[in-house]
């Protein structure tokens, strides 16, 4: 990944912050992040790859968001 998908990172995550403040359900930020991450790769990245897009986009939602804990936010709110 190029520096410019790194960078990419904080900006997910200050997004999801934002959308959080809203008043959004906290529990459904992972999804959003990974949401953002797949915009961001496929649009701003590699707008002519859609495969590498789509993995890089994949790559900065998780890592915004931490593939364990959101994982774990998901499946407790599914229970409840």
């Known amino acids: 990944m190029e ?25 459904f930020i992972p999804v959003v992040n990974l949401i953002l991450g797949l915009a961001a790769g496929i649009f701003f990245l590699n707008p002519g790859d859609l495969k590498a897009g789509i993995i890089q986009g994949i790559f900065i939602g998780l890592s ?13 709110e599914l229970k409840q």
């Open 64 to 76: 915004a968001s931490g593939l364990y804990s959101g994982t774990k936010n998901i499946v407790q």
């Open 3 to 27: 520096y410019a998908g790194i960078a990419l990172i904080p900006l997910v995550i200050g997004v999801s912050e934002v959308i959080k403040k809203i008043g959004f359900n906290q529990k």
